[in-house]
């Protein structure tokens, strides 16, 4: 193979590893875009979670379930992962975790947004 079509390949290749991301888009709502995963359903944070650290476990996940990535997923741009836990990977947007909130009942509901002040919806 030449070198030009090595790297093509390459690069090709290259997308297929953030093709994860086609399971985080975007979606508008009534309170504007948020991040929705790939049935709709709207994605939101935690505030009491600094970067890097997981609070919502147990009740608090049943509740709010948290986004789930495996090890074969890729992080990719402002993507990433996170290690829960109980040792299971989720999915992060910018250092924050992403989560569904279980009251949710449809695509594009957004009715966890600033739920005791402290949950909002994932913004683009």
């Known amino acids: ?5 090595l ?3 390459a690069a090709t290749l290259s997308l297929i590893p953030a093709a994860w991301a086609g399971s985080v888009m975007q979606a508008k709502t009534m309170i504007g875009y948020v991040l929705t995963d790939e049935k709709g359903m709207t994605l939101y944070t935690f505030d009491k ?3 890097g650290k997981i609070v919502c476990t147990d009740a ?7 986004m789930a990535a495996s090890m074969m997923d890729k992080a ?13 990977m989720q ?3 910018k250092g924050k975790a992403l989560y569904h ?3 949710d009942m449809k695509p594009g509901d957004t009715m ?7 949950w909002h919806v994932a913004r683009p």
């Open 1 to 5: 193979m030449s070198k030009k079509l």
């Open 7 to 9: 790297l093509a390949a």
């Open 49 to 51: 979670e600094e970067m």
């Open 60 to 66: 608090c996940a049943q509740n709010w379930p948290p």
């Open 76 to 88: 990719a741009g402002d993507y990433g992962m996170i290690k829960r836990p109980d040792g299971s």
């Open 91 to 93: 999915w992060t947007y």
């Open 101 to 103: 909130w279980a009251k």
């Open 112 to 118: 966890g947004e600033g739920f005791k002040d402290m």
